[in-house]
């Protein structure tokens, strides 16, 4: 009898899967986390249907479990909502730093907000951990800081490396 044996290639979600063009913003102003989060969750409810409240609600929560502020200048906010179909992400290049309550105690001026339904399970966790290692990379970070509108920096957010081996 002979064996045969198949390869399963699983690729990594990639961040044009959940982010739009319309959901990147340069140069948004806040003054503090919860400005930053009152503007996240009013361009959410604006893409999801979602009230604004309930999802500012949501984050808040999130960040009394532990601060979403992953150091480096970069937060990354998100929260489960019940009805939403699909991952929904919004990307705000701030136009000044903003204390977040980092683990670095940095202030950030880089938040990527992620909406995700409340069951998405695994895809939550692969859009999350897909973010956070685009984010790690100083490339892509020096990148971002350096572009100056909508356009360039949704295509460095965008931009498909190829898959490393792990």
């Known amino acids: 009898m002979q064996t045969s044996f198949c390869i399963l290639y699983i690729y990594d979600m ?3 899967n959940f982010l739009q063009p319309t959901s990147v ?3 948004a102003k806040a003054s503090s986390k919860k400005q930053i989060l009152q503007y996240l969750s009013s361009e ?3 893409v999801t249907k979602i009230d604004q409240r309930e999802i500012f609600d949501a984050l808040l929560e999130r960040e009394r479990l532990g601060s979403t502020g992953v150091g480096k200048g970069i937060a990354i906010p998100h929260a489960k909502f019940k009805g939403l179909t ?3 992400g919004i990307f705000l290049k701030l136009d000044n730093e903003v ?3 980092s683990i ?3 202030p950030v ?3 990527f907000l992620l909406i995700v339904p409340e069951n998405a399970g695994a895809d939550h966790l692969k859009a999350l951990a897909r973010i956070s290692r685009f984010m790690r990379d100083a490339t892509n970070v020096s990148g971002i800081r350096g572009a100056d509108n909508v356009d360039s920096l949704y295509a460095i957010l965008t931009k498909t490396k190829n898959i490393d081996a792990a």
Do not use: C
């Open 14 to 16: 990639e961040i044009f």
């Open 99 to 101: 204390d977040f309550d």
């Open 104 to 106: 670095d105690d940095k």
């Open 86 to 88: 699909d991952i929904v």
């Open 25 to 27: 913003y340069i140069d």
């Open 109 to 111: 001026d880089l938040v």
């Open 44 to 46: 959410a409810s604006k």
